[in-house]
């Protein structure tokens, strides 16, 4: 029997597609992207993971399993040791007062999931998992670490703990599936398939250094 997650990945595949072709994830992988767009998107990227943790602390006190709450926990816990750790080591301690458009739009996104039954929130949270480890490892295997000057950032991307926990995340996801209607199957892709393409427009967004119109 496939797996609830071969078949949202599957969906999303266009979407990622879409994503390996960003200007972003192209220029971070030569080491040519411009520092202020790399300093962009990591403090956008600090103002999300905020949210992120949260959203996943919430998620794990909606959980019926302990083991799955277990999981939940530390990953909110981990996503709060990153935003800390990138603040120190890529921030200097300083990152912006205000989301982005793009970055506002996916956390509301994420947060509105909190309405949903819990499976259609932990979905919700995959892509950032998923999609993200993907494009790492992607770009890691087209990036000259020896050169890059993004190279410690880009370097994250092979911490198996990270690959670890996503994999940790697709199971339950899987389970939530497993142990569910189709309908709230259905409600699970459809909102993978929406976080991904706020992963596309989170790197998107970065780049052209997006700023509220008003």
């Known amino acids: 029997m496939t797996r609830w997650s071969e078949t949202a990945l599957e969906a999303a595949l266009p979407v990622y597609r879409q994503i390996l072709t960003l200007p972003f994830v192209n220029e971070l992988a030569a080491g040519t992207l411009d520092?202020?767009?790399?300093?962009?998107?990591?403090?956008?990227?600090?103002?999300?993971?905020?949210?992120?943790?949260?959203?996943?602390?919430?998620?794990?006190?909606?959980?019926?399993?302990?083991?799955?709450v277990e999981s939940f926990l530390r990953f909110a816990l981990d996503g709060i040791e990153v935003e800390r750790a990138m603040h120190s080591t890529f921030l200097n301690g300083d990152r912006p007062r205000e989301m982005t458009p793009a970055c506002l739009l996916y956390t509301s996104v994420l947060r509105s999931a909190a309405t949903a039954p819990v499976e259609v929130e932990a979905a919700a949270v995959l892509p950032c998992f998923r999609i993200y480890l993907e494009v790492g490892n992607n770009i890691l295997s087209r990036a000259d670490l020896a050169t890059n000057p993004y190279s410690q950032w880009i370097s994250t991307y092979a911490d198996p703990a990270f690959a670890a926990s996503t994999a940790r995340a697709i199971d339950i996801c899987d389970d939530l599936a497993a142990a569910t209607t189709d309908d709230i199957r259905r409600a699970m892709t459809d909102i993978f398939i929406r976080c991904a393409k706020m992963e596309w427009l989170f790197w998107h967004s970065a780049y052209t250094l997006e700023k509220w119109k008003i």
């Open 35 to 68: 520092r202020r767009r790399f300093e962009f998107y990591l403090g956008q990227d600090s103002l999300y993971l905020d949210v992120y943790s949260r959203v996943l602390a919430h998620t794990a006190s909606r959980l019926s399993r302990k083991d799955h």
